[in-house]
């Protein structure tokens, strides 16, 4: 069978940011797009990449499979490792975080009064797997609040510490959260649970492209990343890390053939169904490098902090986080009084889309909705003064209480 895809000018450097950037991907040209971390948005070249494995594997569907497929698989998870901070004999590929949260959280023992610690900034579904296992077991699910607004990182440590207990056998905590975008202060958070001897499980799925990570060097038991959001793979690809000694203990979600001969054999044959996502990987990465990482970090972070400064003081509203723990996401208060009911959230949504072509992802947070608003190196601050327009239109014309 003929050589695997690659990348086109892997090598070739891209040194413009911004809209001068925009035709490397997919995106309607008009949108302004500022909600990367929703779904991520994947750039042609690796569209393209992860086209070609589904024309190679369709040449050839038993070859592929069961010759190509498993080495294919193990060389991307040794790529991927280098990347983040791992080995790749440590690293399996699921289609996407809660997938793996499932494998994690589903494959432990817990018994009658144990307890598991989490946060009210965890996803809706880590939070639903959580209160299904805790409920099977008969364990204690406890929430830490951490604040929001939030002033200062020792806040979300010291809400999680508080919570902690001679009877905490996990605690889930986020690398970046979905919902609010801040990026939690993990590593002091991983040294308390480590100095208490409490396993801890690290849903990264936004961090990934976003943050430089050295995974082995964290003090985790398991960290899943997403590769279809930041780091810009296509949709279907997330990876689950686990520590060496709890390798044994983790079975994925669905269970097949391989179960039997270890943690990577057990994940890496779910089944028949389409792996161009996983194997895209590298491809992603090596698109990525183009930029340059450093590169990729500084504009988008920059990008970042300027927007929400601009948008909090145009709009006269408060931010959700200070800078040390905003990533490429953030959020600010919407200056709106309208209430904060699911069909308002979804109004801002769609009229932002519609009628001014701005992409955000708009959120209830503590009884008050929220914008959030992502940078990426495709973005520039002329997308937020765009928003910022839009946002004082529709306040002015009340347009929310009307739709």
Same mark, same amino acid.
């Not at 791992?86 to 996407?96: H, L, R």
């Not at 999680?160 to 975008?181: A, E, K, Y």
């Not at 976003?210 to 590769?227: D, H, P, R, S």
């Not at 959230?345 to 519609?354: D, E, P, S, Y």
């Given at each position: 069978?003929?050589?695997?895809?690659?990348?086109?000018?892997?090598?070739?450097?891209?040194?413009?940011?911004?809209?001068?950037?925009?035709?490397?991907?997919?995106?309607?040209?008009?949108?302004?797009?500022?909600?990367?971390?929703?779904?991520?948005?994947?750039?042609?070249?690796?569209?393209?990449?992860?086209?070609?494995?589904?024309?190679?594997?369709?040449?050839?569907?038993?070859?592929?499979?069961?010759?190509?497929?498993?080495?294919?698989?193990?060389?991307?998870?040794?790529?991927?490792?280098?990347?983040?901070?791992?080995?790749?004999?440590? +690293?399996?590929?699921? #289609?996407? @975080?809660?997938? &793996? !949260?499932?494998?994690? /959280?589903?494959?432990?023992?817990? *018994?009658?009064?144990?307890?598991?610690?989490?946060?009210?900034?965890?996803?809706?579904?880590?939070?639903?797997?959580?209160?299904?296992?805790?409920?099977?077991?008969?364990?204690?699910?406890?929430?830490?609040?951490?604040?929001?607004? +939030?002033?200062?990182? #020792?806040? @979300?440590?010291? &809400? !999680?510490?508080?919570? /902690?207990?001679?009877?905490?056998? *996990?605690?889930?905590?986020?690398?970046?959260?979905?919902?609010?975008?801040?990026?939690?202060?993990?590593?002091?958070?991983?040294?308390?649970?480590?100095?208490?001897?409490?396993?801890?499980?690290?849903?990264?799925?936004?961090?990934?492209?976003?943050?430089?990570?050295?995974?082995?060097?964290?003090?985790?038991?398991?960290?899943?990343?997403?590769?279809?959001?930041?780091?810009?793979?296509?949709?279907?690809?997330?990876?689950?890390?686990?520590?060496?000694?709890?390798?044994?203990?983790?079975?994925?979600?669905?269970?097949?053939?391989?179960?039997?001969?270890?943690?990577?054999?057990?994940?890496?044959?779910?089944?028949?169904?389409?792996?161009?996502?996983?194997?895209?990987?590298?491809?992603?990465?090596?698109?990525?490098?183009?930029?340059?990482?450093?590169?990729?970090?500084?504009?988008?972070?920059?990008?970042?902090?300027?927007?929400?400064?601009?948008?909090?003081?145009?709009?006269?509203?408060?931010?959700?986080?200070?800078?040390?723990?905003?990533?490429?996401?953030?959020?600010?208060?919407?200056?709106?009084?309208?209430?904060?009911?699911?069909?308002?959230?979804?109004?801002?949504?769609?009229?932002?889309?519609?009628?001014?072509?701005?992409?955000?992802?708009?959120?209830?947070?503590?009884?008050?909705?929220?914008?959030?608003?992502?940078?990426?190196?495709?973005?520039?601050?002329?997308?937020?003064?765009?928003?910022?327009?839009?946002?004082?239109?529709?306040?002015?014309?009340?347009?929310?209480?009307?739709?």
């Amino acid at each position: 069978m003929s050589a695997t895809p690659a990348l086109r000018d892997q090598n070739e450097p891209i040194t413009e940011t911004g809209h001068a950037v925009r035709d490397y991907w997919l995106l309607e040209p008009d949108i302004s797009y500022l909600n990367h971390g929703a779904f991520g948005a994947l750039a042609k070249d690796v569209h393209d990449v992860a086209n070609n494995w589904r024309i190679l594997m369709e040449r050839q569907p038993s070859e592929f499979i069961r010759e190509i497929l498993r080495p294919n698989l193990r060389k991307t998870a040794d790529f991927l490792g280098n990347y983040v901070g791992a080995q790749g004999e440590d +690293i399996v590929f699921v #289609d996407n @975080a809660s997938t &793996a !949260i499932n494998a994690v /959280l589903r494959s432990l023992v817990l *018994l009658p009064g144990d307890e598991v610690v989490t946060t009210n900034h965890a996803h809706e579904t880590v939070l639903r797997t959580l209160e299904f296992i805790c409920e099977r077991a008969g364990a204690r699910l406890h929430i830490a609040t951490i604040p929001f607004p +939030i002033e200062e990182p #020792d806040d @979300a440590v010291d &809400a !999680i510490t508080d919570r /902690l207990s001679p009877r905490t056998r *996990l605690v889930v905590i986020d690398h970046i959260t979905s919902l609010t975008g801040l990026a939690l202060p993990l590593q002091n958070i991983l040294d308390e649970c480590s100095e208490r001897a409490i396993p801890t499980l690290v849903d990264g799925a936004h961090a990934p492209g976003q943050v430089n990570l050295n995974i082995e060097k964290m003090g985790c038991g398991w960290y899943v990343g997403n590769a279809h959001k930041w780091l810009g793979a296509p949709r279907g690809s997330a990876f689950l890390w686990t520590q060496q000694d709890l390798q044994a203990r983790v079975r994925p979600t669905t269970i097949s053939n391989f179960i039997s001969d270890g943690y990577t054999a057990a994940f890496d044959w779910p089944g028949t169904k389409d792996f161009s996502s996983y194997l895209s990987i590298i491809a992603a990465i090596e698109f990525r490098a183009r930029f340059g990482e450093e590169k990729i970090a500084e504009y988008c972070q920059d990008l970042i902090i300027k927007a929400a400064d601009y948008l909090s003081t145009v709009l006269d509203v408060e931010r959700g986080a200070p800078n040390n723990m905003t990533g490429f996401m953030t959020s600010f208060a919407w200056p709106g009084k309208d209430k904060a009911t699911l069909e308002n959230v979804n109004n801002i949504r769609l009229i932002l889309r519609n009628e001014y072509q701005v992409e955000v992802e708009p959120k209830i947070i503590n009884g008050k909705i929220w914008i959030r608003i992502c940078a990426y190196i495709y973005n520039e601050m002329d997308d937020y003064k765009k928003l910022a327009r839009a946002v004082q239109d529709i306040v002015s014309k009340d347009l929310i209480s009307q739709a």
